[in-house]
């Protein structure tokens, strides 16, 4: 998750750096003129103290009043001077910016234009024709309604994947094993993010669709009673700890390649010019498929107290772990959102006596 927040921040403050680094023309012209304007008002300010401390020596004496008028006449020839050339300065970066502009080489303005944010979802097409959108949930940026209306309706879309849930362990030949569970429910939980292609199959029909991808997913295990996860041989087993607990949890991380079916009720649209286009995600979705991948690495946390010391412990191993794995998954949902349920065909441990399979449902978000 970590890394989704830096792909983001890093996302957003290098647009940030190139918007703010393509001043237009109009406004390079504006900070122009507002130097001129600034330049000028200082020398006049600095003309006015000058002229004040002139009057007060010739109040007090100090200076006759031919004198008084000959030195007003020079710090008034003196600030005009400094007028001048800075004025001629800020004329010349203008002379510069109109032949840039003459030359094509500055940023004009388009009116209507602006930048928007979207966390989290599609947004929403009517952008405005010269704004651009951030897009947070789906990583894209879209420079223009017409750009992002091209992007969308490509036969081949690209969606961020984020999902969650619950977790847990269905075992062979019992059917109580979820209401029985040898592990919290709302303790156990999944994680999976990554990404996704989405291909139409039909060129004039955009009920089908073939979506794949590469994903990342953490599968979570809490066992209940004060029990952990012993290898012993070939074989895997629950037993019980010898202090109290404050945590167990043992974490499976998978990197596996997602292949659905997707059926998108997303009707056609067509627009102005008469080009019909096909949106996705924009209405019911359903996707039926499953994955296959490695699991990369098993790992068990504890944590607990003895002698009034706190102490955390980190294995790693394969913990008897199935290297393959594989299962069937499914979604149902409208718009961005689903249901989501996975099921491993492989047993989490290879050689125990009674296969276990890991299931998880959930929430899915194919940010588009």
């Known amino acids: 998750m970590q890394k989704i927040i830096i792909y983001a921040a890093v996302l957003l403050c290098t647009l940030a750096t190139k918007m703010y680094s393509q001043e237009t023309f109009e406004n390079r012209a504006k900070n122009i003129a507002e130097n001129i304007r600034m330049v000028t008002q200082q020398q006049k300010d600095s003309l006015k103290t000058e002229v004040e401390n002139i009057e007060k020596k010739l109040e007090n004496g100090t200076i006759s009043a031919e ?111 979820l209401e029985n569970s040898d592990f919290k429910t709302w303790g156990s939980n999944f994680v999976e993010w990554g990404f996704t292609f989405n291909t139409r199959i039909l060129k004039d029909n955009n009920l089908l669709h073939f979506k794949y991808g590469l994903s990342l997913m953490y599968n979570n295990l809490r066992p209940t009673e004060n029990r952990y996860f012993v290898k012993e041989g070939d074989i895997t087993t629950l037993q019980t700890f010898d202090n109290n607990l404050r945590q167990n949890k043992f974490r499976n991380s998978m990197v596996v390649f997602p292949l659905h079916l997707e059926f998108d009720f997303t009707p056609k649209t067509v627009g102005e010019d008469g080009v019909s286009r096909f949106r996705t995600h924009k209405s019911v979705r359903l996707g039926v498929g499953g994955f296959g991948g490695l699991n990369y690495q098993s790992t068990q946390k504890l944590r607990y107290e003895e002698d009034d010391i706190r102490i955390k412990y980190k294995q790693k191993g394969d913990f008897n772990v199935s290297t393959l794995v594989y299962g069937l998954s499914g979604y149902v949902g409208y718009g961005a959102t689903s249901l989501y349920v996975k099921y491993n065909l492989n047993p989490l441990f290879i050689d125990n006596p009674v296969d276990q399979h890991n299931i998880s449902m959930g929430l899915r978000f194919d940010f588009n």
């Open 67 to 177: 004198m008084a008028a000959t030195e007003k006449l020079n710090a008034a020839e003196k600030r005009a001077q400094i007028i001048e050339q800075k004025v001629a300065q800020q004329e010349a970066k203008l002379q510069q910016l109109i032949k840039d502009e003459i030359d094509g080489k500055t940023k004009t303005s388009k009116p209507y234009g602006g930048t928007m944010v979207i966390l989290g979802s599609t947004g929403v097409d009517s952008i405005g024709k010269h704004k651009t959108e951030i897009n947070i949930g789906s990583m894209k940026v879209y420079s223009g309604e017409e750009e992002k209306m091209q992007r969308l309706s490509k036969r081949t879309t690209s969606q961020f994947v984020f999902a969650f849930g619950l977790n847990n362990l269905l075992t062979d030949g019992d059917s109580n094993s």
